[in-house]
């Protein structure tokens, strides 16, 4: 697996497939505990190791560990990698209409071990799973083979993942009643509109909750706070703006719904560091320097 992504992976961070939603992961040096945002998708871990840390929890990714997020959250996470053993890996999106379209055509699923459902976790990555990511990768490879056999693949993959001890958490994507998919379904929302205002009470409203059952179980799956959550996601998005897009904190800061831009730069630079100028110079260079 190592060797495949060595040859597909370029850059520093994330790069694209030849397949929408499957990404390559690298990275050539140690990145201290910084705050990212992932979707919904399953990581796989060739070489390296990353570790993700929401709120008092920890999660290891690695070559044996495969990593499962349900719902689209903000989290910091560490990287390890060098120059000789960069850290190398395969991101693959996911859907609720491919959990669905699966579990429609699985004609029993494995028993619930009546643990809750968790937005974000990691398990053993068995020979199984890591044998369908080679296949992936190795289709990958070939523009014939990646139209023709890659979303198979990826089918495959999701698949196994459904038949393992983390296929609950992605079972929940399409289980509107439980308190996941309830959940889950809101970070859609607020991902979807994260410029407009959002109030809590419309918010518990929508997943079918009273304001303090749902500020629990909010809570419980992101270790944020509603407000806090669309925050976060806020900075994260103008930063992206501001990183590839080129625009200065004020119009960032605008487009992403903030009103006054003064705010914006102090709670920017609480979350991650340092002045929006700064951080996007920083990530400009990194990705020029790695390109």
Do not use: W
């Amino acid at each position: 697996m190592a060797h495949l992504l060595a040859g597909l992976a370029t850059g520093q961070g994330f790069s694209a497939s030849r397949l929408p939603g499957v990404k390559f992961m690298r990275s050539t040096a140690y990145v201290p505990p910084t705050p990212i945002t992932y979707e919904p998708s399953i990581v796989v871990v060739a070489q390296g190791r990353k570790a993700g840390r929401l709120g008092e929890r920890t999660f290891l990714y690695d070559a044996n560990h495969y990593l499962v997020l349900a719902a689209p959250l903000p989290f910091e996470c560490e990287t390890f990698g060098t120059p000789e053993d960069p850290m190398l890996g395969l991101s693959i999106a996911v859907t609720p209409t491919l959990v669905g379209e699966l579990l429609e055509q699985m004609r029993s699923s494995p028993a619930d071990d009546g643990s809750d459902p968790q937005a974000i976790e990691s398990a053993p990555l068995d020979d199984v799973l890591r044998s369908a990511a080679v296949r992936l990768l190795e289709c990958l490879r070939s523009p014939d083979d990646a139209r023709i056999l890659g979303a198979q693949t990826v089918r495959e993959l999701v698949y196994r993942v459904l038949l393992g001890p983390l296929g609950a958490n992605l079972r929940a994507l399409v289980a509107p009643h439980s308190r996941l998919g309830r959940i889950a379904r809101v970070l859609a929302r607020i991902h979807a509109d994260f410029a407009r205002p959002h109030e809590v009470e419309s918010l518990a409203r929508e997943a079918g909750m009273s304001v303090s059952t749902f500020h629990l179980h909010f809570k419980n799956a992101t270790a944020a706070s509603p407000l806090r959550y669309l925050k976060t996601i806020r900075l994260h998005k103008a930063r992206t703006l501001m990183v590839h897009d080129g625009v200065g904190a004020a119009v960032a800061a605008g487009r992403v719904g903030y009103e006054s831009a003064s705010q914006f730069s102090r709670e920017f630079k609480r979350h991650f560091g340092d002045t929006p100028a700064a951080v996007a110079a920083k990530h400009r260079a990194d990705l020029t320097r790695f390109s």
